[in-house]
């Protein structure tokens, strides 16, 4: 694995496929500095709140405004945490390898309360890429974060023959700019039904899937080509699956409902002094012949 200071942005990931041959299965560039001019977050940690929020939110009592395009908060802003230099403050060659990376959010980056020192903690252990994210606050305020790396388990020029599973009955239903309208529906009998596995074909999702438990596989992916396969599992409440019409990926974004500020009956995203922010995921990569 490589990680870049910028973004926290996992530029490489290297598995083995059926034939020896050596992937990288997350997109990205060679040059590190393409991806300053990057603005699809490849690779990056993104926040202070992943996914989408509609243009403000109202936290005790208070209205807090964030920068928008029509109406929409992405990614944490203008310049999320995707876009920022992080302090490398530990790196371990040992058996399982990791690096630790940490940023400093000041009050009101982006409009967010609070001052936010995040870490991002990284390693492999075994056939496995283990994620972390955590954060304090010294003001009561909202979080939610995730890595967003495009997925590609080989060199084909589109995924249609992923064999794709995703272990949610229920999605939230968006408007057309993808905003939640707060609605919970179930996926059955649509596109959005990946309860068993099957080919991703066609399916055009930037979709948040519900997740009931953190003890089981969330998602899997596997490309029939390479032999690659890859298993999901986290401890949030949602995964938003991301497929890009730009080039062969998908993402698999673990995190809290997009919007939780704005909707009292999602998941909390809140955050108050004193408490830890944490949010782990699992990429489990492996071989089937």
């Given at each position: ?76 802003g203008k310049e999320g945490f995707g876009k920022k230099y992080w302090n490398i403050d530990t790196v371990d060659h ?101 309860l068993k596995e099957k080919r991703i074909a066609t399916a055009s999702l930037d979709t948040p899937y519900l997740l ?78």
């Amino acid at each position: 694995m490589t990680v870049l200071d910028y973004g926290a942005i996992i530029q490489k990931i290297l598995v083995r496929d059926k034939m020896g041959k050596v992937n990288n299965v997350v997109v990205g560039f060679d040059n590190p500095l393409d991806y300053l001019e990057d603005s699809i977050f490849l690779g990056a940690c993104v926040g202070r709140y992943a996914g989408r929020i509609s243009g403000s939110f109202r936290l005790n009592g208070k209205r807090y405004a964030l920068y928008h395009n029509q109406g929409i908060h992405l990614h944490g802003g203008k310049e999320g945490f995707g876009k920022k230099y992080w302090n490398i403050d530990t790196v371990d060659h040992g058996k399982d390898p990791s690096v630790t990376l940490s940023y400093l959010s000041p009050a009101m980056e982006e409009g967010y309360p609070g001052e936010l020192r995040v870490t991002v903690f990284y390693q492999l252990i075994g056939k496995a890429l283990h994620i972390t994210h955590s954060a304090t606050t010294d003001h009561t305020t909202v979080i939610n974060l995730t890595n967003h790396s495009y997925f590609q388990l080989d060199d084909a020029p589109q995924i249609d023959h992923y064999l794709m599973q995703l272990k949610s009955g229920k999605i939230l239903e968006t408007q057309d700019n993808l905003l939640p309208t707060g609605r919970i529906i179930p996926v059955q009998n649509t596109i959005y039904d990946f309860l068993k596995e099957k080919r991703i074909a066609t399916a055009s999702l930037d979709t948040p899937y519900l997740l009931e438990s953190d003890k089981g596989i969330a998602g899997s992916v596997y490309s029939p080509i390479s032999g690659i396969s890859m298993k999901v599992r986290t401890n949030q409440p949602a995964m938003v699956v991301y497929r890009p019409k730009e080039f062969p990926g998908v993402c698999f974004e673990t995190q809290n409902y997009p919007d939780a500020p704005n909707h009292p009956h999602f998941p909390s995203s809140v955050l108050h002094p004193g408490e830890t922010y944490c949010n782990r995921a699992n990429f489990e990569f492996d071989l089937v012949f």
